[in-house]
């Protein structure tokens, strides 16, 4: 049972362009929703993460959207670099459980 | 890096051995975690500890053990490896990010091979 659903599973993206990953829940009791940026032979990052108490967070290039009601969030990287070519996860876990719940990631190419 | 070792950081090993994967911390974190990771399932938790000799199982816990002696090491352990536990294994630990949130933190994975 996915309870994240995480899409699309790659992504092509042209320097400069926006990246737009997109991610559903299922748990109305998640409270907790980060990303992980991973590179081949590496342990997942913690990229930035957002509570459901704000719509919108953003660091850097890197903004997450969340929608509440339709019980989903997204990752939008602006200005997307050759850099940036990596595997994305989004996750959720259940406050004070720490259990986190990932989606299946996305694997994004940059090109230049 | 959030001060993660993994060792071995790769294994290979036959159908029916032990195995013990270690993971150290050394910045003295009261909650580790160990993870799987599998090609179109993300990371899933295997099992997560809490304090010394304090440990939970998480969502894909059978055939796997775990065991906290001390806080700066878990030790994961496949009491008879199987060709369904090929996987990159991942430890993690939690901590107090800058916005005060806990934040979860991994290592740099084993990658175990069972043949």
């Known amino acids: 049972q996915q309870q994240v659903k995480q899409s699309p599973q790659s992504l092509i993206v042209q320097k400069g362009g926006i990246s737009i990953i997109n991610c559903a829940y299922e748990n109305t009791a998640f409270d907790y929703f980060p990303w992980y940026q991973q590179f081949p032979g590496k342990g997942p990052a913690l990229l930035i993460a957002i509570r459901p108490d704000v719509s919108e967070k953003k660091e850097g290039r890197f903004t997450i959207s969340f929608n509440k009601s339709a019980k989903q969030f997204s990752l939008h990287i602006m200005d997307s670099q050759p850099g940036d070519s990596a595997t994305y996860f989004c996750?959720?876990?259940?406050?004070?459980?720490?259990?986190?719940?990932f989606g299946t990631g996305t694997r994004l190419q940059v090109f230049p | 890096d959030a001060g993660i070792t993994q060792s071995p950081r790769h294994k290979v090993t036959e159908t029916g051995t032990p195995v013990t994967l270690r993971c150290h911390q050394t910045e003295n974190h009261r909650y580790m975690y160990w993870y799987r990771q599998d090609p179109g399932h993300g990371l899933r938790l295997i099992h997560y500890s809490y304090g010394v000799k304090d440990t939970d199982k998480g969502e894909v816990s059978d055939g796997y053990s775990v065991s906290r002696s001390k806080t700066e090491d878990f030790l994961l352990t496949l009491e008879s490896a199987t060709s369904s536990q090929t996987s990159v294994y991942f430890c993690?630990?939690?901590?107090?990010?800058?916005?005060?949130?806990?934040?979860?933190?991994f290592g740099p994975g084993t990658r175990l091979t069972v043949l």
């Open positions: 996750a959720a876990s259940n406050g004070g459980t720490d259990k986190l719940i």
């Open positions: 993690a630990i939690r901590k107090s990010g800058t916005s005060g949130i806990s934040e979860q933190f």
